[in-house]
């Protein structure tokens, strides 16, 4: 299964952003720990982030014809995204929204997901694990078919 992780703004600076909430941990170590899903699942992934809302909907379209599925961290998109959820909705492949964080019980602001219900499931507050954890509902949406 070829899936694609797709990560949004500002998840680049993990390890100096607010490491109180997302850990110490970089972006580079995220990566490393991602692609270790290789080793352990019947997968290849490839990993890609943008800052840049219209990129990732291009990239999504993109996934459409190249990937099995896609986890997705649309970052601060995620509350406000209404193109983001288009192009969701737009494919056909499942994505599964993914957040480092528990999202409900942050900010005000940051408890709406907008792009949830185009998703086929969401994981969140698991911080890297969340990754694994939304891989398997890939997986498990896969054996089902």
Known sequence: MNILILNGPNLNMLGIREP??????????????????????????????????????????????H???????????THYSYALYDAIKSITIPVVEVHLSDITTREEFRKVSVIRNACVGSIMGLGFKSYEEGLKLLLKGRDEQ
């Open 67 to 77: 990937y099995d599925g896609v986890l997705f961290n649309a970052g601060a998109f």
């Open 20 to 65: 109180e909430v997302y850990g110490s941990k970089t972006y580079q170590d995220l990566e490393s720990y991602l692609h270790s899903f290789e080793d352990n699942y019947p997968v290849t992934i490839d990993v890609k982030q943008s800052n840049l809302e219209g990129l990732l909907i291009d990239i999504l379209h993109y996934a459409n014809d």
